[in-house]
């Protein structure tokens, strides 16, 4: 069936594309028009296609565009009144291709010089994104709209692995330079970019659609403006922003099919009516309760507590997208207002088979069906305000509501396949809403004085709420439900309550002096105050009565031993004469919530020296941060702080070799503070990988409560030196090599406990050094119609990296740091012409660490995830001037998601997949798509 299915989906798309035509769409021609010395906007400037009638006029940020240009080589004429008529040749405009053209004029009194291409105001383009590569003070990468719409990726996580020296982590983190995700800062816009995670120092990208987003940007060296916790990079992601030049309505939907999951047997329990929306966690909240003076909860109370365990079977249905955007704008005088607004929205579905080995009760075997319904739903809203003058205000918000309702049905063996000892059954519902705002300004004071002022005020709200996560064991022997008689499990008849919320409010100010052209200097400052409250409630069921009648209760099935006929408080745990029945009682470890803040308040001064050969970035940051939390740990208080005071010197220098081509050197001290959950005192059980993760404050071989240590800031110093060559527009080769040296990276290790556990330690120290080569290359020097219209990606890093043990014998000497890579590869193939384009894209990244080990036995060594080779193809045809149609298969080899654990006894770390245990594995399934864009207007 799923055959018959993949190749309904490729006979379609390719019935549509063969029945379109070959007609050329035309192109647009778009810039902005400034003064050659003052580089202010030129209002009303006239732009000409000489010899044709097509024209536009600019507005007041000196921005104009030209619509449906047929495609050809065009010579461009400029006018303005008080200025000198420029003409700019050899301007070839594509199909359905955006050309830039940003240009100056001189004014009547001065020579015409020679038009220059300028840094983007139209940021979105591929030239564009390289342009401002090129001219960039640091080392940065980037991806451009344009260059994501050819990849069809769905969100900013499928995105940025496109970037060079990036890779993804769980299919919505990322690795820069082969590093731990936590060794990156995300901002939005300008603004910090909030987190949804409870166990992480992490940005989950899967939260924002492809199509909302204009470009990102990875800055990967230090610079005084920028923030200092950091070492793989600083991410920059900038959602798409409105103009008043333009006015579009843009629809688009997708339907997806993924192997081994749609029309496949789908697993779920109780659904809610706001779960299309991704809004269920409403539905699912905790009654009110209030147990009772022997701990139990009464009986009344106990039945509010809905019968949500019954489960439904039947095939899943093809995935959903839907996006819509709008953009508009209106002229008010010699001002304007742009509007941007979009919609999207997904209903995804997920069917793994997950093999999983617990070494820590002897090679337990583990094979799980686990059923994943993903919701998404986003919007949008941009404003621009543009006040004259070069000065603008912005007000930008984006929020997102994401949910996942999953059910896992595990078997347990006593070795593979043989014997199946214990069955178990795990359902949950989460559910991350994220909002970011940011209010924001750009002013140019003085044009003569050359001073200018950008701000933003930012506010972010994440909130994760896990509500109801239910868990229940069954003896494969008996049949049997595994109930106690006192107590709370966390493993088996339990019900667990996570609620996260976490607000961050931010002020980021920057000034800039302009003395000459080729001196500036600035100054800024940044402040941010984070808060966060988490809070968590188990709950578990207990026999009430052990009277006979218990064994015919939990042989029952899971959906009727939870009927709410069945609970009541129960008078003792002797015999009794009524019916067997089971009560609920709360979870007494009070180490179940926290409350943390981090105030920080940084500033800084550069100074930027450049000339027609040389660019000088040279500065120092000091950040004051203040880290807290209270929280408790076996009934007693915890209240921790930490202070640190931070300077962090930077120099960025870049020297032109040609026209064409630079070097760049660059050195930078930056940190990496802990993140609140890794230090917090609260043990949380993960059911997927069947173990407890605690934070350092937790130390679980201390039977008096006393609390474990606090994570140490990590320095880390960082070297840079590359080289950069632009063939031509739209194409560069960079090769770089990069060395950092960390003191006290923070790192997630398995714990030195009886059963399997995480937590996070600090290392003595640790360095890296790579080698990155980067290249974008047209293919036109091949000749023949096919290499003219093709363009090849690579971008490809090489790393080292090693951890100092300092003579601890439980650790393995000589391994590289947890979550780096030693190498990372990203290819692609493009092709583009007469309204087609389509893509091949390729990934590997190196075997990494997931988990360090902590001791000499098999259970406590190193877990590492193998490297795994990914190939996406896409193909995306006009049918007409506004409609498309576009198709697309993502991870065509299907290769295995591989953990494996290795044998302490090799001390090489050598992982070999046929000898070594497997921690997991599963396949993700190919992934197919067919969908159609169309435009209104």
């Known amino acids: 069936m799923k055959k018959y299915i993949c190749c309904f989906f490729l006979n379609v798309s390719c019935l549509l594309f063969s029945l379109v035509s070959q007609a050329q769409t035309p192109g647009i021609v778009k810039g902005q028009i400034t003064d050659l010395l003052t580089k202010e906007a030129l209002i009303g400037a006239t732009v000409l296609m000489k010899g044709t009638t097509q024209g536009a006029a600019t507005d007041i940020e000196g921005n104009f565009v030209i619509n449906r240009v047929p495609a050809g080589t065009y010579t461009i004429v400029i006018s303005a009144v008080g200025y000198k008529t420029g003409e700019v040749a050899n301007i070839t405009v594509e199909p359905d291709k955006i050309t830039l053209l940003n240009t100056t004029l001189a004014t009547d009194q001065q020579n015409l ?36 719409i050819k990849s069809q990726d769905r969100d900013a996580a499928e995105v940025v692995r496109r970037i060079p020296g990036v890779t993804i982590v769980d299919n919505r983190f990322i690795n820069i330079r082969g590093l731990n995700d936590r060794y990156n800062t995300v901002w939005l816009n300008d603004a910090v970019a909030p987190s949804s995670e409870t166990d992480r120092k992490a940005f989950s990208f899967d939260i924002i659609p492809s199509n909302l987003l204009d470009r990102v940007l990875i800055f990967k060296t230090p610079a005084p403006e920028l923030p200092g916790d950091f070492a793989g990079g600083m991410v920059k992601v900038y959602t798409r922003q409105p103009s008043s030049t333009e006015r579009s309505l843009n629809i688009s939907f997708t339907g997806g099919y993924r192997a081994g999951t749609t029309f496949s047997d789908f697993t779920q329990d109780v659904k809610y009516s706001k779960d299309w929306l991704g809004f269920g966690a409403a539905d699912r909240q905790l009654p009110a309760v209030t147990p009772d003076a022997n701990g139990v909860i009464p009986t009344a109370q106990a039945k509010a507590f809905p019968n949500t365990y019954p489960l439904t079977t039947s095939p899943a249905m093809p995935d959903l997208r839907f996006n819509l955007s709008y953009l508009t704008g209106l002229k008010l005088g010699n001002r304007s207002l742009g509007s941007l607004s979009a919609i999207s929205y997904s209903n995804t579905n997920t069917s793994f088979n997950i093999d999983r080995l617990d070494v820590f009760q002897n ?9 994943g319904n993903n919701v998404r739903l986003g919007l949008l809203q941009n404003f621009v305000f543009s006040l004259g003058n070069g000065s603008k205000l912005e007000f930008r918000n984006m929020l997102n509501q994401l949910s996942r309702n999953q059910v896992t049905l595990r078997d347990q063996f006593d070795e593979e396949g043989v014997n199946l000892t214990k069955y178990s059954y795990s359902m949950g519902y989460q559910s991350r809403l994220v909002y970011n705002g940011q209010l924001a300004g750009n002013h140019n004071i003085n044009y003569k004085s050359g001073l200018s002022i950008d701000w933003v005020l930012g506010y972010a709200i994440s909130n994760k709420k896990e509500p109801d996560l239910r868990r229940q064991e069954y003896n494969a022997t008996s049949k049997q439900a595994i109930l106690f008689t006192s107590g709370v499990n966390l ?12 607000n961050i409010y931010s002020l980021n100010l920057n000034l800039k002096q302009k003395f000459s052209d080729k001196f500036e200097l600035a100054a800024g400052t940044y402040i941010e105050n984070k808060d966060r409250q988490f809070v968590a409630r188990l709950f578990g069921y207990s026999l009430s009565n052990l009277n006979p009648n218990y064994n015919t209760l939990l042989a029952k099935p899971i959906s009727d031993i939870f009927n709410t006929a069945n609970v009541e408080r129960g008078s003792g745990f002797g015999f009794e004469e009524d019916g067997a029945s089971i009560s609920l009682r709360p979870g007494v470890k009070p180490n179940y919530s926290y409350d943390a803040a981090n105030k920080l308040a940084a500033g800084y001064l550069s100074a930027n020296y450049t000339t027609d050969k040389v660019k000088l970035l040279l500065g120092a940051r000091f950040e004051h941060n203040v880290q807290s939390i209270v929280a408790g740990l076996n009934g007693e208080p915890i209240n921790r702080s930490i202070t640190t005071d931070k300077l962090l010197p930077s120099a960025n220098l870049s020297y032109n070799l040609t026209e064409k081509a630079l070097i760049r050197a660059a050195y930078g001290r930056t940190l990496n503070r802990p993140e609140f959950r890794e230090w917090a005192p609260f043990v949380y059980y993960d059911f997927d990988l069947n173990a407890l993760t605690y934070g350092s404050l937790y130390n679980p071989a201390s039977g008096n409560g006393t609390p474990g240590n606090l994570l140490e800031v990590a320095d880390i110093d960082n070297f840079d030196l590359r080289y950069e060559y632009y063939p031509s527009d739209g194409e560069n080769v960079h090769f770089g090599v990069f060395y950092k040296h960390f003191a006290n990276p923070i790192e997630s290790s398995i714990a030195n406990t009886t059963n399997l556990a995480f937590t996070f330690i600090n290392a003595p120290s640790a360095y890296a050094a790579g080698v990155e080569l980067d290249i974008r ?5 091949l000749g023949g119609r096919f290499f003219s219209n093709a363009t090849l990606l690579f971008n490809g890093s090489l790393i080292k990296s090693e951890v100092a043990v300092d003579g601890k014998a439980s650790w393995t000497p000589n391994r590289q740091l947890q979550g780096q890579s030693p190498y990372v590869v990203n290819t692609g193939l493009y092709y583009n012409t007469k309204g087609w384009q389509v893509s091949a894209l390729y990934n590997v990244f190196g075997p990494r660490i997931v988990f360090v080990g902590s001791g000499t036995n098999p259970p406590y060594s190193e877990v590492v995830e193998m490297p795994r080779h990914t190939i996406d193809l896409t193909i995306s045809r006009d049918i007409t001037e506004r409609l498309s149609v576009n198709g697309g298969v993502s991870d065509l080899l299907n290769q295995a998601v591989l953990y494996l654990q290795d044998d302490p006894n090799k001390k090489d770390l050598k992982f070999d997949r046929a000898t070594d245990p497997k921690f997991m594995n599963y396949r993700r399934g190919s992934y197919f798509t067919l969908g159609l864009r169309y435009r209104l207007f």
Request: glycine share 4%; hydrophobic share 40%.
């Open 777 to 781: 290359k047209k293919l036109n020097f």
């Open 113 to 148: 010089i020679e038009v220059v291409v300028r840094a983007s105001r139209t940021s979105n383009t591929e030239v564009a994104v390289i342009s401002q590569i090129r001219q960039a003070q640091q080392v940065v990468s980037g991806v451009s709209a344009e260059q994501i």
């Open 491 to 502: 493993f088996s008849g339990s019900r667990l309550y996570q609620d996260l919320n976490e």
């Open 363 to 371: 090679n337990v075997f583990n094979r799980d069906r686990q059923f």
